[in-house]
């Protein structure tokens, strides 16, 4: 458990306030997010490869 989380548990959570219509959109925007970091951490890794690719053929 992380120092800033409370050891309370949340009756409700932001989303579950948010009215009906805006479900498609927040999948949407939910969706988008993991299309942003997975393409990060796999340019990520391909950095990562890259180095320590040439460190091992030295």
Same mark, same amino acid.
């Not at 309370?8 to 219509?21: C, F, G, H, Q």
């Not at 997010?33 to 030295?58: C, T």
């Given at each position: ?7 309370? #548990? ?5 989303? %579950? ?5 805006? #479900? *498609?959109? %927040?999948?949407?925007?939910?969706? *988008? ?8 951490? *796999?340019?990520?890794?391909?950095? /990562? /490869? ?5 460190? #091992?053929?030295?």
């Amino acid at each position: 458990m992380a120092i800033f989380e409370s050891r309370r #548990a949340r009756s409700t959570r932001a989303w %579950d306030e948010l009215p009906e219509v805006s #479900a *498609e959109l %927040d999948r949407l925007v939910i969706l *988008e997010s993991v299309r942003q970091r997975r393409k990060a951490r *796999e340019q990520q890794e391909a950095i /990562h /490869h890259a180095l320590f690719g040439l460190r #091992a053929n030295r």
